[in-house]
């Protein structure tokens, strides 16, 4: 199966919603940066709950054939970024979230809808 970047946004969204992540988002940011295509930003309330959405998504992405480039952050469980080349998902715990706020520095990036 053969999916094009907005679908592995979405498949990675799809898995971090299942685990409960709060307040799924998908940027386009396209066209606002060479480091990617799309970001996907959610966050859990709790270490553990950080870690279980990110396996969640390693899991959806590799059951799809897409393999993460790398993962860091995962020790911390504060904020891990997961590689897939032209979609990176930002997986926070909320207080990060709440600090970096991405959504507010790529404001002019467009949302996607997750479904």
Request: charged share 30%; proline share 1%.
């Amino acid at each position: 199966m053969s999916l094009n970047l907005v679908e592995i946004a979405r498949l990675a969204a799809t898995a971090a919603e299942e685990k409960k992540a709060q307040r799924v988002n998908i940027l386009d940011i396209r066209g606002l940066s060479i480091i990617a295509d799309y970001f996907v930003v959610c966050h859990g309330n709790s270490q553990t709950q950080v870690q279980a959405i990110v396996d969640a998504v390693r899991k959806r992405m590799e059951k799809a054939g897409v393999q993460p480039r790398s993962v860091e952050g995962m020790s911390d469980a504060r904020w891990v970024l997961m590689d897939l080349g032209d979609v990176v998902v930002h997986v926070f715990h909320k207080d990060e979230r709440d600090f970096y706020d991405l959504e507010r520095l790529w404001g002019d990036a467009a949302q996607v809808e997750a479904q």
